[in-house]
């Protein structure tokens, strides 16, 4: 899979932003009273969510003043500087990084969204998508409401300050009855933190503590180390838990029939210091490499992986095929994001300004190249071709998931359609002409979960198998089932 965030040290960066599915947003808050660096604390905790979105940053901070807001287009480090930072002065923040599923690239869309709610001011921070924030959209607009912004965070933070309710818990309980689709929430007050997840859990979400005692959320635990906050919990799916005066609270909201959680932050999306499910990324990938290279062996002289999503998968592969492991390519750490023209010549192009083969280490050899998935395929035909004129004799694709042949509709961007999906198009075999390949294999969705060590009913494997966790309304399936098949509920 590819797609640029366009950070230095930011494990996903490879390609562009044009041949990807991304990821929606990064969420992470605080409620520590008392703390002079709590936007510091904040804002590091948004760079080690970097790699979850890149359009867009913003801190909101909360105090006796209200709510004061810090948004802009760009990495967190492009967004703040010290006199930013400096300025955003309370008892509790909310940060947030985004990636556009729902809504365009513009400020406007910038989180978290402030409102004011009859119990006083809140900010709101959003990672997933709402299957049904049409029809919210037209009810709110019925009832006066006027929107700044295109995308479906400011219709649940409508939807949330519109409440009769007295306390913003309550308030947040009866939005979730009428929310659908995938949604991990943060939520700041004046005096409080709210962390909320959908009752499916499509979108990670998680608790930690700082040592002197301050709560902290993070759509990753990556990002309770950066701080050096220890991880406490999950947030569980349908849950409610909100922090103030320094005590947490549980209310769970809602029962899901099952969980539902995206299996691609274990193949792609989730850093590889991030646990889910208490299970580590890093080893989940490995075993996938284990379980594609028993699935699959070849012969081959050296195993290597894609930059830098692939490595992992590639070193489980080498493990138990006994073929070396080695680096094919070496990418350029300074190529930020580009904006290019979506042309096939382009992003060839593209290709080649951020990897480069490593000629001596490949010439003459039969390769296995393993990255996590193929999805337009439209960069992976450059990649070979440029290992085929670094001189590898022969070169076999493997793949760590399934062939992606459905779209997403709970957090990922599959903007154009199904038909723009390589695999809901073409065979195996049409594929590896197409990519110019000598082999290509696919990881069986059995071996995914097995990898990943827990029961399929704890994940939504939709984009792989048609069984989608959460009804999909009509209106937002013709817009990406442009191919005969319709989705079907599970």
């Known amino acids: ?7 230095d040290d930011c ?20 409620q520590a009273p008392g703390t002079d660096d709590l936007s510091r604390l904040c804002y590091f905790g948004l760079f080690a969510l970097q790699h979850r979105g890149q359009e867009s940053a913003g801190i909101a901070v909360g105090g006796a003043d209200g709510i004061h807001v810090h948004t802009g287009m760009g990495l967190a480090t492009q967004v703040f500087d010290d006199d930013d930072l400096a300025r955003l002065q309370g008892d509790t923040a909310l940060g947030h990084v985004r990636y ?29 998508n709402l299957v049904n924030a049409r029809a919210l959209r037209d009810e709110l607009e019925a009832q006066g409401v006027q929107f700044a912004a295109t995308s479906d965070t400011e219709v649940l933070t409508h939807l949330i300050a519109r409440s009769t309710e007295a306390r913003i818990e309550d308030a ?74 320094g005590e947490m609270q549980s209310i769970q909201v809602m029962q899901a029939e099952r969980k539902a959680c995206c299996i691609f932050e274990f193949i792609y999306f989730a850093r590889p210091d991030s646990h889910i499910y208490g299970r580590s990324i890093y080893q989940s990938r490995v075993r996938m490499g284990h379980m594609l290279a028993r699935q699959a062996p070849v012969e081959a002289d050296m195993v290597m992986g894609v930059p830098e999503t692939g490595i992992p998968h590639a070193v489980g592969f080498a493990e138990v095929a006994g073929i070396p492991f080695g680096e094919g390519f070496i990418k350029n750490r300074y190529i930020h994001r580009t904006f290019i023209k979506p042309s096939q010549r ?64 709970y957090g990922i961007d599959t903007s154009a359609g199904r038909s723009e999906l390589i695999a809901a198009r073409l065979t195996k075999e049409k594929i590896r002409e197409h990519i110019g390949a000598d082999s290509l294999e696919f990881l069986s969705l059995p071996n995914l979960v097995k990898a990943v060590g827990l029961p399929r009913a704890n994940f939504c494997t939709a984009c792989f198998d048609n069984r989608y966790p959460i009804i999909v309304p009509e209106h937002l399936r013709v817009t990406k089932f442009d191919l005969e098949e319709a989705p079907a509920g599970s």
């Not at 899979?1 to 950070?7: E, K, N, V």
């Not at 494990?11 to 605080?30: K, L, M, N, Q, Y």
């Open 346 to 409: 382009m992003r060839s192009l593209g290709v080649r300004m951020k990897l480069s083969p490593l000629r001596e280490a490949i010439a003459g050899k039969r390769v296995v190249v393993v990255d996590d998935s193929i999805v337009r395929g439209t960069t992976t035909g450059p990649e070979i071709q440029l290992l085929r004129e670094a001189g590898a004799r022969e070169i076999h694709l493997r793949i760590s998931c399934p062939p992606i042949k459905y779209p997403c509709f």
């Open 100 to 128: 556009s599923t729902m809504g365009s690239n513009v400020i406007e869309n910038a989180q978290p969204f402030v409102a004011e709610h009859r119990s006083g001011p809140i900010a709101v921070g959003h990672n997933g």
């Open 172 to 245: 947040v309980a009866e939005a979730m009855h009428r929310m659908q689709g995938a949604y991990s929430l943060g939520i700041i007050t004046p005096d409080r933190l709210l962390a909320v997840r959908d009752p499916h859990g499509v979108r990670p979400l998680c608790v930690g503590r700082l040592n002197g005692g301050q709560w902290v959320i993070a759509s990753e635990t990556c990002a309770l180390a950066v701080i050096g906050a220890d991880y406490v919990r999950e947030v569980e799916p349908g849950e409610i838990v909100s922090f103030a005066g």
């Open 1 to 7: 899979m590819s797609r640029s965030p366009g950070c």
């Open 11 to 30: 494990h996903h960066c490879r390609h562009d932003a044009e041949t990807t599915w991304r990821d929606a947003c990064g969420v992470f808050g605080v």
